[in-house]
């Protein structure tokens, strides 16, 4: 069984930052992508961002230039960092993970919420 937690989320103004983090345990295949996906208010869950095990990347494009995400291998945590913030970046965050072999796991989520 893996566990993913989230933290960082919260409130921020429109151009502000926030950087979300996520910590797995449990047994992980060591082949994996770690990412992160939202769900906006109304919205079907959609993707984000995501890394590799060895450090390939694929970014929504609404996101591109402004969120970054990067993982620690050794540590099974992922990050995003997320920059110049807009109201439709208001969502829940969710953290996930994809292995070679074994089940996806998600986290639990974390809201964000751009407004002033």
């Known amino acids: 069984q893996v566990q993913l937690v989230e933290s960082g989320g919260g409130l921020v103004q429109p151009g502000g930052s926030l950087r979300l983090s996520c910590a797995a345990s449990?047994?992980?295949?060591?082949?994996?992508?770690m990412g992160w996906y939202r769900q906006r208010p109304g919205k079907e869950r959609e993707l984000v961002a995501t890394m590799s095990i060895g450090g390939s990347t694929n970014y929504a494009g609404s996101v591109k230039g402004r969120f970054t995400i990067s993982r620690d291998n050794a540590k099974n945590t992922v990050a995003l960092q997320m920059d110049s913030l807009r109201p439709e970046d208001t969502a829940v965050y969710y953290c996930n993970l994809v292995q070679q072999w074994g089940p996806t796991y998600w986290g639990q989520g974390t809201q964000v919420d751009v407004s002033s």
């Open positions: 449990g047994s992980i295949s060591s082949i994996n992508t």
